[in-house]
């Protein structure tokens, strides 16, 4: 069996050292072939270091690499150009003049590789004058590995990341500007600014974020999965002691569904993949990898609705782009991964989103839980579950006092939906189905769990239980459930200083 490349992005060394490289050239070469000025957003870790490695190579007429992928045999000509390639991920700016001395010392190094003499001093100057002079060899191939990563880095300094944007805006323009003297460009990162910002000076640029013809440029499809990881697949099944077919498909449920068009095949995040396929255990490998602390504080800020997160219906304006001034949820949350295009609604435009796949839905709850309440939660998780199947439900709902004590106290919100956030988001954890707030014709429930039996929750915050059970039984919240071969549970709870107080219980006949 090939190695598994984890952590490599250099496309020579897979090559090289026989590491296993699942063939992605056919996509590359539609990419080279139908246009020249290209953006391409993608999550972290999805390979969009190697994808610029692997152009970097094409261009300089490596064709021997290629030999044995698609490439290799196609109507091409590998011509060989200059490449300009910036990765901004190795950039540790924390100001403009850090980050003006890195592109400088950046193209002063490109400038030497190709025994060119720079005049210029003035960072976005100096870049006209590389692109000038290296135009004199061929056509220039510009390659620019997270564009974003200055201003991501500093994301939560506002105004020091608008001055980086303003620098990067003054550097990317030029590309447009020296158009006659270069051949292919493709700039990489995580977010997707609105043209009015760092790109607002290279409107020639062709965003193919989400356009169906490149969905599975990077990341892996289930195909390609079963291909290029047979012998691990079957090394994995017998240590597992389970069906070749049955492992796939939890492999699907923990690692696929990752889309990013209206109309695309789903692709696993390779990261997750590769750590799988060399551990042959199931982790959150691609959550713990970076946790998104910054993007928890946004939707706190923002009193976003976590409960919506399952399925959201936009339309695509609405997660498309943001911009520095006023940052939104929705798209970071988009961007960086944690949603996913579920469905696509041609008629009305609209998107569905949610969560991806296992991985990314119980870590982000997780961490979400941790962040809301403070507390680590795994031991109270497991009490709630087993109380709940034992019909105990005087210890259930000590447990969940006993929780709630728990949480510092500056972290307490009064506000109910508060405390609705951290109950949904602890029975979603321990695996049960949950649906908070769900929507009934005559109004809507705080809680539904599903599990053994059905049991249906109305809070009320500094109010009556009795009068949370008369809602239920008013609203009649049971009727869509009746019929299924559970017993069903209504309980009325009041929420009091900052925790639950008395209950009610009513067995629904």
């Not at 692109?131 to 105004?159: A, F, G, M, Q």
């Not at 498909?249 to 060399?278: A, D, H, M, Q, R």
Request: net charge neutral.
């Amino acid at each position: 069996m090939k190695r598994l490349p984890v952590g490599i992005q250099t496309f020579r060394k897979l090559i090289d050292e026989n590491y296993l490289y699942v063939d992605k050239t056919e996509h590359i070469h539609k990419l080279i072939v139908q246009g020249s000025v290209y953006f391409f957003s993608r999550p972290r870790r999805f390979g969009k270091s190697l994808l610029i490695s692997t152009l970097n190579e094409i261009f300089e007429g490596k064709k021997k690499l290629f030999k044995g992928l698609w490439i290799y045999n196609a109507d091409y000509a590998w011509e060989k150009h200059p490449v300009i390639r910036i990765d901004f991920s190795k950039s540790k700016a924390k100001n403009s003049n850090e980050l003006i001395n890195y592109i400088v010392y950046q193209l002063d190094k490109t400038a030497l590789q190709y025994g060119i003499k720079l005049e210029q001093t003035q960072y976005d100057i100096k870049f006209d004058e590389l692109l000038t002079k290296l135009s004199e060899i061929n056509k220039v191939v510009v390659l620019i590995d997270e564009y974003d990563k200055p201003i991501i880095d500093n994301i939560e300094n506002k105004e020091l990341a608008i001055e980086l944007r303003e620098i990067l805006k003054g550097f990317y323009t030029i590309i447009k500007a020296c158009d006659e003297y270069i051949r292919f460009v493709l700039l990489t990162g995580v977010s997707k600014f609105s043209k009015a910002g760092v790109f607002s000076g290279l409107n020639n640029l062709e965003d193919i974020s989400m356009d169906t013809r490149y969905s599975s440029l990077l990341g892996i499809t289930k195909e390609e999965m079963e291909h290029s990881f047979k012998e691990y697949i079957n090394q994995f099944a017998k240590s597992e002691e389970i069906s070749k077919s049955d492992l796939i498909k939890k492999i699907t449920y923990w690692y696929n569904g990752f889309c990013f068009s209206g109309s695309c095949e789903k692709v696993f995040n390779p990261f997750s993949l590769l750590l799988l396929f060399k551990k042959l255990d199931f982790g959150n490998y691609w959550f713990e990898s970076a946790t998104p602390g910054f993007l928890i504080k946004l939707m706190k800020e923002k009193d976003f609705d976590i409960t919506r997160l399952k399925e959201m219906e936009v339309r695509e304006e609405s997660f498309g782009t943001y911009e520095l001034e006023n940052l939104a949820v929705l798209p970071l949350l988009f961007q960086t991964g944690y949603l996913t295009i579920k469905e696509y609604d041609k008629d009305f435009m609209t998107y569905i989103l949610g969560y991806p796949n296992f991985e990314v839905e119980n870590s982000f709850q997780y961490s979400l839980l941790s962040n809301y309440s403070g507390i680590h939660v795994d031991g109270y998780l497991i009490d709630l579950i087993r109380t709940l199947r034992n019909d105990d439900f005087e210890t259930f709902f000590d447990t969940l006092r006993i929780f709630f004590a728990d949480i510092p106290y500056d972290l307490h919100i009064k506000k109910e939906k508060y405390y609705q956030t951290i109950f949904y988001l602890i029975f979603s954890l321990i695996g049960l189905k949950v649906e908070a707030e769900v929507k009934t014709n005559k109004g809507r429930i705080d809680a539904v769990i599903i599990d053994k039996d059905i049991y249906i929750f109305e809070f009320k915050f500094n109010g009556d239980k009795d009068n949370a059970l008369k809602q239920i039984r008013d609203k009649k919240y049971f009727e869509k459930y009746q019929g299924v071969g559970k017993e069903i549970y209504l309980f009325g709870v009041e929420f009091t200083d900052r925790n639950i107080g008395n209950w009610v219980i009513e067995k629904h006949n």
